[in-house]
């Protein structure tokens, strides 16, 4: 277990629904991040936070919306998906230091949009 | 944007030879270079890294090679093995204001034949 932690490990929503994914790390870091894999694609880097400050926002639409309200919790609002952001969207921490890059990503959450 | 390429998409080895997987990058700030392993089902996790001050670097089986000039870098596996089954991404990292901007390749999905 590496210590990040995903809710929930599957979603299935609709496209006029509104729910949020979850993420908690245990392993003392500062840095949060949410990334997005779809087959066939690179991981894509969505958001950065630093101390609960958003340092990178990677042009990522408006439906999805993150809040890091502590350097342990992150989260990744969702609201009138469309079925092309069905994919797995991973969570992932490191600490914030140039010396420490090494990130720790969670188990992911699959989500499906209908 | 910066973007990282990799090659191939698919690579197919018998047990015991070697795999090389190859990456170029575009972001000239990128000063540390990550590789992931993701098994079927499971998250990335960190098998080896380099950083921009080392040519060269290697772990058991496994080693990577960094031209920052030709903005290239590579992991080589000898000796593979079946347990070497998995998708790997490369990746480079830039070191924000806070966190790290770390961008992926495609993937290599790399299969070792018994």
């Known amino acids: 277990e590496t210590g990040v932690t995903q809710t929930p490990r599957h979603l299935v929503m609709g496209m006029t629904n509104k729910k949020s994914l979850k993420c908690e790390q245990h392993?003392?870091?500062?840095?949060m991040y949410w990334y997005k894999q779809s087959a066939k694609k690179p991981l894509e880097l969505m958001f950065v936070y630093s101390l609960e400050e958003r340092v990178e926002n990677n042009s990522v639409p408006s439906r999805f919306s993150p809040e890091c309200p502590n350097s342990s919790h992150l989260f990744l609002h969702l609201h009138t998906l469309q079925p092309e952001d069905s994919a797995l969207y991973l969570c992932?921490?490191?600490?914030?230091?140039?010396?420490?890059?090494?990130?720790?990503f969670g188990s992911g959450t699959q989500l499906s949009v209908l | 944007g910066e973007n990282v390429e990799q090659h191939p998409s698919t690579l197919s080895v018998q047990e015991g030879d070697s795999a090389v997987i190859k990456c170029t990058y575009s972001d000239s700030a990128s000063n540390y270079f990550p590789w992931y392993k993701q098994e079927l089902g499971k998250r990335p996790q960190l098998i080896i890294d380099?950083?921009?001050?080392?040519g060269e670097k290697k772990d058991q089986r496994i080693a990577v090679t960094l031209n920052k000039t030709a903005k290239h870098f590579s992991l080589h596996i000898t000796e593979t093995q079946p347990e070497d089954s998995a998708v790997y991404f490369c990746a480079a990292s830039a070191y924000l204001r806070g966190g790290f901007k770390t961008i992926f390749g495609a993937g290599t999905r790399l299969f070792v034949k018994a």
């Open positions: 992932a921490s490191s600490q914030d230091d140039s010396l420490n890059e090494k990130l720790f």
């Open positions: 392993l003392g870091h500062n840095a």
């Open positions: 380099i950083r921009s001050n080392v």
